[in-house]
C-alpha cells in the first residue's frame, strides 16, 4: 500500500508540474519536477515519509554525429544507452535517495522492519518448549520431533541464495509482503495439521518463506543508511534477529504449561504476531530499493511526456535469470577462496547451532539440574535476551566512535577493520561464556550462574553477528550481498543439522562436556578476528571480490 502511493506520487508531481507549465504558457517538453517544494507542500516528506521527486528533462535529443550507441550524453546533459535516456539520481543530495529521506522516515522503516524480522525469527523456536506435547500428540520421539525445528531452518538455508536476487529484480517490499502471506499460511497448516508428516512439511515452507525477510533485511539497512549511521541502526536489526529465537521459549513456555492452551497455541500466537506484522508492513513499508525507484520514475515520465525513450538502468541491465546464475556458484567460490568469509562464516555457524540447540539444550541445562518446570524452564532463555538487548543499547555509543573515525565526513567509508574490534573483545569470552556454563551446571550451584553465563553469551553472539555482518559488508562492497547469502545459507543448514544431534549429544555425553567441545571450538576462533585486523590489506589486495585501501579514500565533507 504505501509503496503503491509512493509510485503514485511521483506522477502526481510530475502533473502538477506539467499544469503548472501550461497555465504559464510554458512548453511541457521540458517538463521539471522541483527538489523544493513550496513551504506546507504536502510532498516535502510530512505526508509521504521522503521528499519526492527533483529535476527532470524529459525533452529527447537526437544522437549527435560520433557519439557511442551505447553509451553517450545529449545536450542537456543526459546520459543515453541505446539511444534511451537513463533517469539516474542528481548527486549525492538528491532527495529522492533513500539515504536522503527524513530521518524519521527511515527510522519507521527500520522499525517496522524490525517488527517483521523479530516476528518471523520467533516463527523458528516458538514451539520449541512444546515439544515434549508435540511428540506425544503425534506419537513420535523429542528427538525426531527436533525434525521440526531442523526443517524450519533447512527452509531458511535452501531459500538465502534466491531472495537476493529477487528482491534486486522486483524490489524489497514485493518480496516481504508475498513472502510473509505465504509463509502465514504455513504457520496456519502448522498448527492445524494432525500429522507429524504435515507438520515437517509446512515446517519447512514457514522456513522457506521466511527466509524472504530474514535474508534480505541488512540490504533495506544499507538502501537507507550509510556506513556511519548504520554503526547504530544495524544492532537493531541483529536485535531482531538474535533476541527472536530466544524470547519466543519464555511465551512457549507459559503457553504450553496452561492447559485451557495446549502447544497449537505456540503456533496460533505465532500466526496473529505475524499477521499484524503483515498488516503494518502492508500500510506503512516503503519500497527502499533505489534502481527499483529510478525504474518507477522513468515508468512515470513516459507516462507523463509520452516519451518512450524514458528508462532507467535497472530495466536495462541483467534479468532475474542472469542474476541467478551470478548468484548460484558465488558460496562455492567464497567458501573456496575466502579465507574471510571461511572464518565469519564459521563463527556464525557456530553461535547459531548454540542459539538453536540450546532449545533442547536447556531441558538437560536447567530443567533437569534444577528441577524446573516447563515455564521456568523456558524463561531462562530470558538470560540470552537480556545480553542481547544490553549489547544493543550501546549502538549510540559505536556510532559516536565511526564519527570520529571518518572525521566527520558526510557519507566516507568505513574500513572493514573498524567493525572488528567489537568481535576482537568479544570472541576470547565465548569459550568463556561456555566453560562456564558447563562447569558450574551443579545442583549444587546457584542457578544464577548459568543465567550469568547466557547473559554473556548473549552480549557476545550480538556483537559478533554484527561485526562480522558490518565487516563483509565494507570489505565486500558489490559482492557483499553474495557474500551474505552464502553465509546465511551455511549457517542456517548446518545449525539444522546440529539440531537434530543436539538431544543425542546432550544424553549422551552431558552438559559438561557438550559445553566443552563446543567451547573448545569456540576457542581455536578466538584469534580470528585480531588476525584480520593484522593481515587485513593484504587479504583484501590477494581477494578477488573484496575492495581495495583505495575504495576508502573517498569521502564528502558533512
Same mark, same amino acid.
Given at each position: 500500500? @504505501?509503496? +503503491?502511493?509512493?509510485?503514485?506520487?511521483?506522477?502526481?508531481?510530475?502533473?502538477?508540474?506539467?499544469?503548472?507549465?501550461?497555465?504559464?504558457?510554458?512548453?511541457?517538453? #521540458?517538463?521539471?519536477?522541483?527538489?523544493?517544494?513550496?513551504?506546507? *507542500?504536502?510532498? =516535502?516528506?510530512?505526508? /509521504?515519509?521522503?521528499?519526492?521527486?527533483?529535476?527532470?528533462?524529459?525533452?529527447?535529443?537526437?544522437?549527435?554525429?560520433?557519439?557511442?550507441?551505447?553509451?553517450?550524453? =545529449?545536450?542537456?546533459?543526459?546520459?543515453?544507452?541505446? &539511444?534511451?535516456?537513463?533517469?539516474?539520481?542528481?548527486?549525492?543530495?538528491?532527495?529522492?535517495?533513500? #539515504?536522503?529521506?527524513?530521518?524519521?522516515?527511515?527510522?519507521?522503516?527500520?522499525?517496522?522492519?524490525? $517488527?517483521?524480522?523479530?516476528?518471523?525469527?520467533?516463527?523458528?523456536?516458538?514451539?520449541?518448549?512444546?515439544?515434549?506435547?508435540? *511428540?506425544?500428540?503425534? #506419537?513420535?520421539?523429542?528427538?525426531?520431533?527436533?525434525?521440526?525445528?531442523?526443517?524450519?531452518? !533447512? &527452509?531458511?538455508?535452501?531459500?538465502?541464495?534466491?531472495?537476493?536476487?529477487? %528482491?534486486?529484480?522486483?524490489?524489497?517490499?514485493?518480496?516481504?509482503?508475498?513472502?510473509?502471506?505465504?509463509?502465514?499460511?504455513?504457520?496456519?497448516?502448522?498448527?492445524?495439521?494432525?500429522? !507429524?508428516?504435515?507438520?515437517?512439511?509446512?515446517?519447512?515452507?514457514?522456513?522457506? !518463506?521466511?527466509?524472504?525477510?530474514?535474508?534480505?533485511?541488512?540490504?533495506?539497512?544499507?538502501?537507507?543508511?550509510?556506513?556511519?549511521?548504520?554503526?547504530?541502526? !544495524?544492532?537493531?536489526?541483529?536485535?531482531?534477529?538474535?533476541?527472536?529465537?530466544?524470547?519466543?521459549?519464555?511465551?512457549?513456555?507459559?503457553?504450553?504449561?496452561?492447559?485451557?492452551?495446549? @502447544?497449537?497455541?505456540?503456533?496460533?500466537?505465532?500466526?496473529?504476531?505475524?499477521? /499484524?506484522?503483515?498488516?503494518?508492513? $502492508?500500510?506503512?513499508?516503503?519500497?527502499?530499493? $533505489?534502481?527499483?525507484?529510478?525504474?518507477?520514475?522513468?515508468?512515470?515520465?513516459?507516462?507523463?511526456?509520452?516519451?518512450?525513450?524514458?528508462?532507467?538502468?535497472?530495466?536495462?541491465?541483467?534479468?532475474?535469470?542472469?542474476?541467478?546464475?551470478?548468484?548460484?556458484?558465488?558460496?562455492?567460490?567464497?567458501? *573456496?577462496?575466502?579465507?574471510?568469509?571461511?572464518?565469519?562464516?564459521?563463527?556464525?555457524?557456530?553461535? +547459531?547451532?548454540?542459539?538453536?540447540?540450546?532449545? %533442547?539444550?536447556?531441558? +538437560?541445562?536447567?530443567?533437569?539440574?534444577?528441577?524446573?518446570?516447563?515455564?521456568?524452564?523456558?524463561?531462562?532463555?530470558?538470560?540470552?535476551?537480556?545480553?542481547?538487548?544490553?549489547?544493543?543499547?550501546?549502538?549510540?555509543?559505536?556510532?559516536?566512535?565511526?564519527?570520529?573515525?571518518?572525521?566527520?565526513?558526510?557519507?566516507?567509508?568505513?574500513?572493514?577493520?573498524?567493525?572488528?574490534?567489537?568481535?576482537?573483545?568479544?570472541?576470547?569470552?565465548?569459550?568463556?561464556?561456555?566453560?562456564?556454563?558447563? @562447569?558450574?551446571?551443579?545442583?549444587?550451584?546457584?542457578?544464577?550462574?548459568?543465567?550469568?553465563?547466557?547473559?554473556?553469551?548473549?552480549?557476545?553472539?550480538?556483537?559478533?553477528?554484527?561485526?562480522?555482518?558490518?565487516?563483509?559488508?565494507?570489505?565486500?562492497?558489490?559482492?557483499?550481498?553474495?557474500?551474505?547469502?552464502?553465509?546465511?545459507?551455511?549457517?542456517?543448514?548446518?545449525?539444522?543439522?546440529?539440531?537434530?544431534?543436539?538431544?543425542?549429544?546432550?544424553?549422551?555425553?552431558?552438559? #559438561?562436556?557438550?559445553?566443552?567441545?563446543?567451547?573448545?571450538?569456540?576457542?581455536?576462533?578466538?584469534?580470528?578476528? @585480531?588476525?584480520?585486523?593484522?593481515?587485513? %590489506?593484504?587479504?583484501?589486495?590477494?581477494?578477488?571480490?573484496?575492495?581495495?585501501?583505495?575504495?576508502?579514500?573517498?569521502?564528502?565533507?558533512?
Amino acid at each position: 500500500m @504505501w509503496s +503503491y502511493i509512493q509510485y503514485h506520487r511521483i506522477g502526481r508531481d510530475l502533473d502538477t508540474s506539467r499544469r503548472k507549465r501550461e497555465a504559464a504558457g510554458e512548453s511541457c517538453e #521540458h517538463l521539471q519536477v522541483h527538489d523544493e517544494p513550496q513551504h506546507g *507542500s504536502r510532498t =516535502n516528506g510530512q505526508l /509521504f515519509s521522503y521528499p519526492l521527486p527533483l529535476s527532470f528533462n524529459v525533452k529527447t535529443q537526437p544522437k549527435h554525429p560520433g557519439e557511442s550507441d551505447q553509451n553517450s550524453e =545529449n545536450e542537456n546533459g543526459e546520459r543515453l544507452r541505446h &539511444g534511451k535516456i537513463l533517469v539516474e539520481i542528481d548527486g549525492t543530495e538528491d532527495p529522492f535517495d533513500p #539515504h536522503n529521506w527524513p530521518m524519521a522516515s527511515r527510522c519507521k522503516s527500520i522499525a517496522i522492519l524490525a $517488527l517483521t524480522v523479530f516476528v518471523q525469527g520467533w516463527a523458528g523456536s516458538a514451539e520449541s518448549m512444546a515439544n515434549s506435547a508435540i *511428540s506425544q500428540d503425534l #506419537h513420535v520421539s523429542q528427538v525426531a520431533e527436533n525434525l521440526a525445528t531442523a526443517m524450519y531452518l !533447512f &527452509g531458511i538455508g535452501t531459500g538465502s541464495l534466491f531472495a537476493g536476487p529477487i %528482491s534486486e529484480t522486483y524490489g524489497r517490499n514485493p518480496i516481504y509482503l508475498a513472502t510473509t502471506f505465504c509463509y502465514m499460511l504455513f504457520v496456519l497448516g502448522s498448527a492445524l495439521t494432525p500429522t !507429524f508428516g504435515g507438520q515437517v512439511v509446512c515446517r519447512y515452507f514457514v522456513g522457506l !518463506f521466511a527466509d524472504g525477510t530474514l535474508a534480505i533485511n541488512g540490504s533495506s539497512v544499507g538502501d537507507q543508511f550509510r556506513p556511519v549511521k548504520r554503526s547504530m541502526v !544495524f544492532p537493531v536489526i541483529a536485535w531482531a534477529n538474535v533476541a527472536a529465537p530466544v524470547i519466543a521459549p519464555i511465551a512457549g513456555g507459559w503457553i504450553v504449561s496452561n492447559p485451557k492452551l495446549g @502447544w497449537r497455541w505456540t503456533e496460533w500466537t505465532t500466526l496473529i504476531m505475524s499477521a /499484524f506484522a503483515l498488516l503494518v508492513a $502492508l500500510l506503512f513499508l516503503p519500497e527502499t530499493y $533505489l534502481p527499483v525507484l529510478l525504474d518507477w520514475k522513468a515508468q512515470q515520465l513516459r507516462r507523463a511526456t509520452g516519451n518512450k525513450n524514458y528508462t532507467s538502468e535497472h530495466a536495462e541491465t541483467a534479468s532475474f535469470r542472469k542474476r541467478m546464475k551470478q548468484v548460484l556458484p558465488m558460496p562455492i567460490k567464497f567458501f *573456496s577462496s575466502e579465507p574471510v568469509i571461511i572464518v565469519l562464516g564459521g563463527y556464525l555457524v557456530l553461535l +547459531y547451532i548454540l542459539l538453536f540447540t540450546f532449545q %533442547s539444550g536447556f531441558d +538437560y541445562v536447567f530443567k533437569q539440574t534444577y528441577s524446573l518446570s516447563t515455564r521456568l524452564t523456558g524463561s531462562c532463555f530470558g538470560a540470552i535476551a537480556a545480553g542481547s538487548t544490553a549489547f544493543t543499547l550501546t549502538a549510540p555509543f559505536f556510532y559516536r566512535l565511526a564519527r570520529w573515525e571518518t572525521e566527520h565526513v558526510r557519507g566516507a567509508p568505513i574500513k572493514p577493520e573498524f567493525r572488528l574490534w567489537p568481535a576482537i573483545l568479544a570472541a576470547p569470552l565465548l569459550p568463556v561464556s561456555l566453560f562456564w556454563l558447563g @562447569w558450574t551446571n551443579y545442583s549444587s550451584i546457584s542457578i544464577w550462574s548459568g543465567l550469568g553465563a547466557c547473559f554473556l553469551f548473549g552480549i557476545i553472539v550480538t556483537v559478533i553477528y554484527v561485526s562480522s555482518y558490518e565487516y563483509i559488508i565494507d570489505g565486500y562492497a558489490d559482492h557483499s550481498a553474495a557474500a551474505l547469502s552464502s553465509i546465511t545459507m551455511a549457517r542456517y543448514i548446518i545449525a539444522g543439522g546440529m539440531v537434530m544431534a543436539a538431544r543425542p549429544m546432550y544424553m549422551g555425553i552431558g552438559v #559438561h562436556w557438550t559445553m566443552t567441545l563446543l567451547g573448545c571450538v569456540a576457542l581455536i576462533l578466538a584469534p580470528a578476528p @585480531w588476525l584480520f585486523l593484522k593481515y587485513e %590489506s593484504r587479504l583484501r589486495e590477494k581477494s578477488r571480490y573484496a575492495v581495495g585501501d583505495e575504495y576508502f579514500d573517498n569521502g564528502e565533507e558533512s
